[in-house]
């Protein structure tokens, strides 16, 4: 009760699950993404931002490209490092809030509504800044996110969904919604006979408008913007973008 919550507290918490939970169901989201990544980076060397467990930057180091990460949870990099080709990638761990790498990089992305864990807007910008200093002149910054839809929630701003009911086994997502800070406090919460879990998630979300002018705070522009990574027009049914920006000069 009353723990503070870091940048690390999803990580360190979810990383036993992750797996388990996340590769499979997302497997076609994975090679989806890997080959449109890998058509951005144009050689490389590429930058995730929230690397997490590799899910995507192992497979795209496949294909040829030197891939850097950064992520908060020491627990998430540790499966990162412990898996195949893992403790090939330059893992940095630490806040992609702010961060000064060496290289200068031809892509740097982030998936998975990963942006949004930054909890403030004077971190987003933050991130978008350092973004702007650490890519090429040529360079792009990709970012897959949910489009945010309030209507979700409840009149009191909550929401309590039923994710799974096994029979030794439940699993509910719990949110609570502060539309001023654009803020989600959310828990899934897994009971089992005999114990509960609970897994803490908590995020900033933004529309593209507001992503795009953080971008031109930093000195990138839009580039392109689809609504999977097929390149299907957007906005469309679907609550997601993918967004490329560039430098504004290039
Ligand atoms: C939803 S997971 C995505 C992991 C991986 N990119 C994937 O697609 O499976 C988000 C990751 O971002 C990391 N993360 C969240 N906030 C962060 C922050 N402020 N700085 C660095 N990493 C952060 C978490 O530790 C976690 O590994």
């Given amino acids: 009760m009353g723990e ?59 294909t040829g490209i030197e891939v850097h990460g950064i992520d908060a949870s020491e627990a998430m990099v540790e499966r990162l490092v ?6 090939e990638l330059r893992v940095s761990v630490g ?25 403030t807007q004077a971190e987003q910008v933050s991130c978008f800044e350092a973004v702007a200093r650490h890519l090429t002149p040529d360079g ?8 945010p839809d309030v209507t979700r929630f409840d009149a009191h701003n909550q929401r309590v969904s039923v ?7 439940v699993t ?22 005999g114990s509960v879990r609970l897994y803490p998630v908590r995020i900033r979300y933004a529309y593209v408008s507001e992503l795009d002018l953080m971008a031109r705070i930093a000195g990138l522009t ?11 027009s957007y906005p469309s049914r679907g609550w997601t973008h993918i967004s490329v920006w560039t430098p504004a000069t290039s």
């Avoid at 994710?163 to 086994?169: I, K, L, P, R």
């Fill in 95 to 119: 806040s992609f809030a702010d961060f000064s790498l060496e290289p200068r990089f031809s892509l740097i992305y982030l998936v998975f509504n990963t942006f949004f864990g930054l909890l």
């Fill in 163 to 169: 994710e799974s009911v096994d029979v030794d086994q």
């Fill in 172 to 193: 509910l997502e719990t949110s609570s919604h502060d539309p001023f800070a654009q803020r989600t406090d959310s828990q899934t919460v897994i009971i089992r006979d």
């Fill in 4 to 62: 503070r919550y870091t940048d690390a507290t999803y990580g360190d918490s979810v990383a036993e699950i992750y797996d388990e939970r996340i590769l499979g169901p997302f497997e076609e989201d994975t090679a989806d993404a890997v080959a449109f990544l890998e058509g951005l980076a144009g050689g490389g060397p590429a930058l995730e931002l929230g690397i997490g467990t590799g899910r995507v930057a192992l497979p795209l180091a496949e």
């Fill in 222 to 232: 839009l580039r392109e913007r689809w609504s999977d990574w097929h390149r299907s």
């Fill in 140 to 147: 792009v910054f990709a970012m897959q996110a949910f489009v």
């Fill in 82 to 87: 412990a898996k195949p080709g893992g403790s």
